[in-house]
């Protein structure tokens, strides 16, 4: 809050505070104004016209912290009305609490003032102007104004809180400068979720450099959006225009400062944590909570110049990734290879001014440096022109700050915190010696000479192979044999007892899928696509079509529907059918509404669904699939790749482990094997399987540990992100049960409602699963007693496989080169 400008005299206060308490003490305050005379007391308030918002004093609530909260001091503040969880968006005082009852009232000036019990100002309003009739106002909007009575135009505020944030942006609140009085309107965090203190955060407009919102830490920069690009800030899509939320960017002579608007019926809000977080929350009334829609910053490559100079990040298949920008090498190439990337990286020849040109970078978010130039109405092609006669340009963009088709940005020296991204990425323009440009058209010539020999060589391989296929279908009868409508495969066992399953015409399932329409896919794995589809009978029911590239002939496909029909578990997915006919074969199980389960624990939107007796619930369930699966039925089972998008989830949010594909089975008293082709999911995969190919049932156990870490904390192992260490989520779950703060790795949206000894037990048993040898992971048959059991007594966990990720040895490093990320490939089930 603004500094008071002005102190009265101290005789004055404790006669003003006694003579109003006084006079107004029996009014209760329903009112949105206050007016010389009066004044608000500490159990009074001001509701704005709608009864959006309140303003009165308040104690913060303890949301989390570890620490104990100090009910005896007391702030005045602003929040929501309507709202059962008391949110406070403002705080006047937020340096200087009361220690007793406060006063909110006018001194003799027209000032704003918060008087504490002996009279002495705590906060002031400290307007630049003075009015006639002051009078104060809460506002629908949640701006707390101070004006004049006799100024016409309601728009005039001689003072007004939206001007001073304190870790809340509200819509239509302005986050920038203002240029002729040197505003500066940012928000600052909490120092913790009970203390509003000024935090170790700032989050402002860059007013010196290019036009981006910044995240400092003291002052150190922790993060930036990118700039602003006519619509948005660079590549960033969480904060694009869409029907509900409408960003707003405005430059001018007066000022400069970004606003957003929502639409009427949505209560949002931006938040600056006290852990540097930016987080977007909007209000849920069906579940009376917030709903945390994103948090702006997604990854590690969001970490201000993790690449260092030239270098450029890259998350790709969730691992980070540092390279230097084409025609650049690493500056310290032993860091490097240490993953130390800070020292970024330098040209690998000289440049010759003069001698240079540009090589353009696709799908990037804007890179910062010290010096630029910015000029909002230049073309690209001047831009060019201009950098290329400035030697010391070393960069240059499109950067279209006011949508009118025009601008560009030029670098001068180092370019930093430059990242790949997905989507809404832009085209950076970098300064390399012509050599590099020549080897640059060199290859691209190469590629496309390649290609066009390619595409020849295919075109003629397809001709050919169409007049084949239709020779042969002309001579060959395609009509299956499926008369019977039921597939009978005899075991190895010589067993009398022939499965029968239902056999569905290829042209019924091409009906209940809309002819495997887009709009009915619903999933795509290494088998191939995934199809909602609805049967005659009225039955909905999920269609996986199984590739070309499967891998699988007519009686293994057959042999592997027998055996995964003879699963029989309510924690495991229906098999209902098959569908044979030609080269298309395709598994038809029952339909689960609610998806998978990395559907729900990983999206911001839809992870409020899962309160911690359904998380619970869903971890015992997997638990009792696997144990099914290695003890009780008649094969005894390794799942090989269970991962949180192999969990689905019924209309009830049942857990059904499913993808079989890659499962082994075992006879007798085999519990181990051995392969070299390593098939997988990385972050799920144990280090044994992954480094040496060595797979047992104790595989599948670290499997569950990961997904049971990710169920308690809704966090993702792999791309996991914490601004304090590079450890992965099992390295950061390792570290805070370690330091006795296992509880700070449980989901915040849990907001602290669940038993802290069941969710310890089973963070507990998370990494007692994930343990980096075999041997001293537990049994599916240990797990669940643990799990259902409070009084077994568990052991203590030692350091997990894979603690950090990132950090593997250059032996580990190049065994797991041919493993390929998120791979799915189909393993042939091995019937006994």
């Not at 259902?788 to 568990?794: I, K, N």
Request: net charge negative; hydrophobic share 35%.
């Amino acid at each position: 809050m603004k500094p008071m400008g002005k102190l009265k005299s101290n005789f004055f206060y404790p006669a003003v505070c006694s003579t109003l308490i006084l006079l107004f003490s029996i009014n209760s305050f329903g009112a949105e104004t206050i007016t010389p005379g009066q004044s608000i007391n500490d159990t009074q308030t001001i509701v704005s016209p709608g009864k959006k918002f309140k303003l009165g004093f308040f104690t913060p609530t303890d949301t989390g912290s570890t620490s104990t909260t100090n009910s005896n001091v007391r702030y005045l503040g602003i929040w929501y009305q309507n709202i059962p969880v008391q949110t406070v968006v403002w705080v006047a005082n937020r340096n200087n609490p009361l220690t007793s009852s406060g006063l909110l009232t006018f001194d003799e000036d027209g000032e704003l003032v918060l008087l504490n019990q002996t009279g002495s100002i705590i906060w002031s309003s400290n307007s630049s102007h003075l009015a006639r009739r002051p009078v104060a106002q809460l506002l629908d909007t949640g701006n707390f104004v101070l004006k004049d009575a006799e100024d016409d135009n309601t728009g005039n505020c001689l003072w007004q809180s939206f001007d001073y944030p304190s870790d809340t942006l509200l819509p239509g609140m302005k986050l920038g400068w203002n240029r002729k009085t040197g505003l500066n309107r940012h928000l600052t965090s909490w120092k913790s979720s009970s203390d509003p203190s000024s935090g170790n955060y700032t989050y402002t407009l860059d007013p010196h450099g290019l036009p981006q919102l910044v995240l400092h830490k003291g002052s150190t920069k922790q993060f930036r959006t990118g700039p602003w690009y006519g619509t948005q800030f660079s590549a960033l899509p969480a904060l694009m225009a869409n029907p509900v939320f409408q960003p707003k960017f405005v430059s001018n002579d007066d000022e400069m400062y970004y606003s957003f608007i929502i639409r009427d019926n949505i209560i949002s809000r931006f938040v600056l944590s006290p852990s540097g977080l930016v987080q977007h929350f909007s209000w849920n009334n069906r579940r009376a909570s917030w709903n945390l829609m994103f948090t702006v910053q997604v990854d590690r490559c969001d970490s201000y110049g993790l690449c260092g100079a030239y270098g450029i990040c890259n998350i790709s298949n969730s691992t980070t990734v540092c390279q230097c920008m084409k025609g650049f090498e690493p500056r310290l190439p032993n860091d490097w290879e240490m993953l130390d990337w800070s020292g970024g990286c330098v040209p690998k020849n000289p440049h010759v001014c003069g001698n240079e040109g540009f090589i353009k970078l696709t799908g990037i978010k804007l890179p910062d440096a010290s010096e630029f130039w910015v000029s909002v109405s230049t073309s690209v092609k001047d831009c060019k022109e201009k950098c290329l006669r400035n030697c010391s340009c070393v960069a240059y963009a499109k950067l279209d700050v006011n949508g009118t088709g025009n601008g560009c940005v030029t670098w001068a020296r180092g370019l930093v915190d430059t990242r790949q991204v997905a989507e809404y990425g832009q085209d950076l323009y970098i300064r390399v010696a012509a050599s590099e440009i020549d080897n640059d058209i060199e290859a691209k010539r190469r590629n496309i000479a390649i290609t066009v020999v390619i595409s020849v060589f295919s075109a003629v391989i397809i001709v050919a192979l169409i007049s084949c296929f239709v020779i042969w279908t002309r001579r060959t009868n395609m009509v299956a044999n499926q008369s019977d409508n039921k597939v009978t495969v005899n075991e190895e066992e010589g067993e009398d007892d022939d499965l029968e399953l239902p056999v569905y015409e290829f042209s019924s399932i091409q009906f209940a899928t809309n002819n495997f329409s887009v709009a009915n896919k619903i999933g795509e794995g290494g088998f191939g696509p995934v199809y909602k589809g609805d049967l005659h009978s009225g039955q909905e029911v999920a269609v996986k079509r199984l590739g070309e590239n499967s891998g699988q002939g007519l009686r293994e496909f057959k042999n592997e529907v027998i055996l995964i029909s003879k699963l029989q578990h309510r924690n495991l997915v229906k098999l209902l059918g098959c569908c044979i006919q030609g080269d298309e074969r395709m598994l038809i199980y029952e339909y689960m509404p609610n998806k998978s389960l990395d559907s729900l624990i990983f999206d911001e939107a839809t992870r409020p669904l899962l309160n911690w007796q359904k998380r619970s619930d869903i971890i015992t369930g997997i638990a009792r699939g696997l144990l099914y699966l290695h003890r009780d039925s008649r094969l005894r089972i390794i799942h090989r790749d269970l991962k949180a998008s192999n969990v689905l989830l019924d209309s009830e949010l049942n857990p059904k482990i499913s993808d079989f594909g890659m499962a082994r089975i075992f006879g007798g008293d085999q519990t181990e094997g051995n392969t070299k082709r390593i098939v997988g999911t990385y972050g799920y995969m144990p280090p044994e399987y992954a480094i040496d190919g060595h797979f047992s049932l104790k595989s599948d156990v670290f499997s569950f540990g990961v997904i049971v870490l990710e169920i308690v904390s809704g966090k993702k192992n792999r791309g996991f992100f914490h601004p304090d260490h590079k450890l992965n989520l099992l390295g950061h779950a390792w570290k805070l049960w370690s330091e006795g703060k296992a509880l700070e790795l449980v989901d915040e949206l849990l907001e602290n409602e669940f038993p802290v000894s069941e969710v310890l037990r089973c963070i507990q048993v998370g990494l007692l699963c994930v343990q980096q040898r075999p041997e001293e992971r537990p049994t599916m048959a240990s797990v669940l007693l643990m799990l259902d059991t409070e009084s077994t007594l568990l052991p203590e966990p030692y350091q997990p496989g894979f603690y950090a990720e990132r950090c593997l040895s250059e032996t580990d490093s190049s065994s797991l080169g041919n493993l390929i990320s998120n791979e799915m490939t189909v393993t042939l089930l091995e019937g006994r």
